[in-house]
């Protein structure tokens, strides 16, 4: 089973998380694993996951790492494949209505501060604009 986190897959379908689904009772977890954790089966397959996903949960961090400019937000991801990620939201305002439980998120794979490592985020598929309508982002 491979060790990468995410993978940034054909142009036209984007980046994705590396996930395992068992052969028998086809439970998929993240990250990927060699036994399955529902049923205890030792024969796995690589699955693509994570491309989109909704908002669970979400904090905005005020103080944050050294190399770290805050404010910013993180999350809990239920991915639509079962899974749950905390990982950064990125490209919405930093503020608690930008991320509301139900909010749709889309996988971008980037640095989580400059010069940094590129590392799996979300960012709203729908973004709150700064008249607080919405817009589709596309």
């Known amino acids: 089973m491979p060790r990468d986190l995410f993978r940034l897959g054909p142009e036209n379908q984007g980046p994705y998380l590396v996930g395992a689904r068992c052969k028998r009772c086809q439970h998929i977890s993240f990250p990927a694993r060699q036994v399955c954790p529902a049923c205890g089966l030792q024969e796995i397959e690589e699955v693509p996951i994570g491309r989109r996903g909704k908002i669970r949960s979400s904090a905005v961090v005020q103080n944050a790492p050294t190399g770290f400019s805050v404010p910013y937000v ?54 709150l604009c700064g008249n607080a309508n919405e817009t589709q982002r596309r």
């Open 74 to 127: 993180l999350a809990l991801v239920d991915l639509e494949e079962g899974p749950t990620v905390f990982c950064p939201v990125t490209d919405c305002p930093p503020r608690e209505d930008a991320t509301r439980p139900g909010t749709e998120v889309e996988l971008i794979v980037s640095p989580a501060r400059p010069e940094g490592r590129p590392v799996f985020q979300y960012r709203p598929i729908k973004r």
